[in-house]
């Protein structure tokens, strides 16, 4: 089947501007690599996504995203910057990963790609679908082959001149698009930097990642209370280390978005504010906020270690 060019006049790159977008590609729908996919089915089944249950859901889909829109001829991956300069300003001592400090990423960029999505469909006649990290997709598979990013020690998508700090999305659309080449060599070379600072040792040379400890999982996706390892370290929601330490991050490209800016009460947030927030409180400050994910039982369970950590240090 022939392919045409993805868009590439001013009006359609402006649509993708406006969705905040920093780099895209193309890659053609097929199924995933066999030994990509292999890789993925043992590390479920070695328990390393501890219980997030939802990774090990819909083999079929995930495999091929064909299955995902009926008729889909090309996976269009898109990166979008969410880190914000106040991001530097989160306190210490409660720290927020910096997705989590302005609006749901998830109702944001959907909403944002749609333009993107309906300029298809209007051009080319053809169907799309939008996926936002909730779908069964290898979302970092697919900006690999679409040379969108290579994969890091860390297992983040490296995006040249944007880092780590960016929003995987993807656009499935029936229309085939010439697909654009994988990027490259290897982005770390020798770097272990992510390794050595990630805090629970989730990273290692000798295994894969390992959800399990993983401070991002425990203080976000674990349900029930803490392990008594690893030391949360000032995390209250999410961690960031591996990024923090990240060459690729030096100079990190910042978000364009007015949505991903900093909530200021979240930048001077402390557990001790966690622990006496009531309900009401709780769904005003974090209304749209990704945040919501862990529950106010879960910030709280969190805040609750960070003042026992603290306890012992002094």
Not at 29 to 51: F, K, N, Q
Request: net charge neutral; proline share 8%.
């Amino acid at each position: 089947m022939n392919s045409i060019p993805f868009p590439a006049d001013i009006e359609f790159q402006q649509l993708l501007n406006e969705a905040g977008a920093i780099r895209w590609g193309v890659a053609d729908a097929v199924p995933v690599d066999e030994a990509v996919h292999s890789a993925y089915l043992r590390w479920i089944a070695e328990g390393y996504h501890a219980d997030m249950d939802y990774l090990d859901r819909h083999e079929e889909l995930r495999a091929d995203p064909r299955l995902l829109l009926d008729g889909t001829s090309s996976v269009i991956s898109i990166a979008i910057p969410y880190r914000h300069p106040d991001s530097r300003r989160i306190n210490p001592a409660a720290r927020i990963a910096s997705y989590a400090l302005g609006d749901d990423y998830h109702d944001v960029v959907r909403k944002r790609l749609k333009a993107v999505a309906e300029a298809i469909e209007k051009r080319s006649g053809g169907a799309t679908r939008i996926c936002v990290d909730t779908a069964p997709i290898h979302e970092r598979y697919w900006a690999i082959r679409a040379g969108v990013g290579r994969q890091g020690r860390s297992g983040q998508i490296i995006v040249p001149g944007a880092g780590t700090y960016c929003f995987l999305a993807e656009i499935l659309t029936t229309v085939r698009f010439t697909p654009t080449s994988p990027l490259p060599g290897n982005p770390c070379g020798s770097c272990r930097r992510c390794i050595e600072a990630c805090p629970g040792g989730a990273l290692s040379s000798s295994h894969p990642f390992d959800a399990r400890r993983c401070l991002s999982y425990l203080t976000i996706e674990h349900r029930g209370p803490l392990p008594s390892e690893p030391r949360l370290q000032g995390c209250l929601y999410g961690c960031d280390r591996c990024s923090e330490v990240c060459p690729h991050n030096s100079h990190p490209a910042y978000t364009t978005l007015p949505e991903f800016t900093p909530r200021p009460a979240l930048l001077d947030i402390s557990a001790q504010q966690i622990m006496s927030m009531d309900t009401e409180e709780y769904t005003r400050l974090f209304r749209r906020s990704p945040m919501k994910r862990a529950k106010l039982d879960g910030l709280r369970r969190n805040a609750i270690r960070l003042i026992e950590e603290k306890l012992v240090e002094c």
